[in-house]
């Protein structure tokens, strides 16, 4: 990253929209997922840190959109389209969803992280958006930083080190 990249930081249950020299980074993903869509030839991106996979689950009459992965791709697949992607361009890259608890039951409903990957992926492939590269599950956190203008996903995963997708 050099010296003219604004770094907008998503929160947990947010999302962002960047331009070529931004960059989009969040941290704090556990069990919870980052989704990156973007269209690299107009080098707009926007990334959605999701804690669960399904709104239906919600009992809350007012709820946060974003916090849930149906909810929160839909949003970030419109707000995108608004700002000028196209469709056919769209691509997605993911990271999260780990395993941060270890349970001596076999309920899935303990994996959130699983579920939350499963969720995504079922409406990335219902959005025709192709996943380009993904780093999921394991049981470590990890910040992300998506680079609009290159495409890459630079990985920070604890005791793992840096990498890029």
Not at 34 to 52: E, F, N, P, R
Not at 116 to 145: C, F
Request: net charge positive; charged share 20%; aromatic share 6%.
């Amino acid at each position: 990253m050099n010296e003219r990249n604004h770094v907008l930081k998503v929160g947990i249950a947010d999302l962002k929209i960047a331009k070529s020299t931004e960059v989009l980074r969040t941290s704090g993903l556990g069990s919870c997922v980052g989704i990156v869509i973007y269209d690299l030839s107009m080098k707009l991106a926007g990334m959605v840190h999701v804690m669960l996979p399904d709104s239906t689950l919600s009992k809350r009459e007012s709820f946060n959109a974003l916090k849930y992965a149906d909810t929160a791709i839909a949003i970030l697949y419109n707000s995108l389209l608004d700002n000028g992607a196209r469709k056919c361009f769209l691509k997605a890259k993911i990271a999260g969803g780990a395993q941060m608890f270890s349970f001596s039951s076999n309920s899935d409903m303990l994996s959130i992280g699983n579920r939350n990957v499963e969720a995504v992926l079922s409406l990335l492939k219902q959005y025709k958006i192709p996943l380009i590269s993904s780093d999921v599950g394991g049981n470590s956190g990890r910040t992300i930083e998506f680079y609009p203008e290159s495409g890459i996903l630079k990985i920070k995963t604890v005791n793992l080190g840096v990498f890029e997708i």
